[in-house]
């Protein structure tokens, strides 16, 4: 199964059924190893000791990322709400830009959906759709490749 990517206005919507159950995945999503396998998707590599985690409303999330082409930059996010193993939303202080990660027991797995709102007009485009995409197949390629249990290993290395 792939990612479904609807656009509307400012806001971007994917979502995905994962054959892992919520806290496996709610557990890729928060850890630092785990985010580092995944999180740069096809387009961008993110080096396993760039990403910090403080896992509470009002902590940050950070990681680096390194493009194809050489080009690195500094993502960072604050927690707004941490609802185990059901929801995450976060917030980019910079552009305003938050995203809600909300995970649902389903069939032989989990139904994950990433709601992105107050896109800015940078990423109100295919590119951007794709990117999220491309985040979530590597998610459930990582869960895939780690079906033992162990999230801690980055399947994709910088």
Sequence with gaps: MRTRVER???????????????DR??????????IAAFWGGSHASVPPG??????????????????????????????VSVDPPRELVFDEPVTGLRTTVTLRPARD?????????????????DQA????ASILDALAAHLRHHDDGDDSA????A
């Design 25 to 34: 995945v709610w557990a890729a999503f928060t850890s630092p190893a785990s």
């Design 109 to 125: 797995g989990t139904d994950l959906t990433v709601h992105q709102r107050k896109l800015p007009p940078e990423l109100r485009t």
């Design 50 to 79: 760039s990403v910090t985690v403080d896992l509470r409303p009002g902590g940050e999330f950070a990681l680096d990322t390194r493009a194809p082409d050489g080009r690195t930059g500094r993502l960072r996010f604050v927690y």
């Design 8 to 22: 509307h206005g400012d806001e971007l919507i994917a979502r995905r059924h994962l054959p892992a159950a919520p």
């Design 129 to 132: 759709a794709d990117g999220l």
């Design 154 to 157: 980055p399947s994709n290395p």
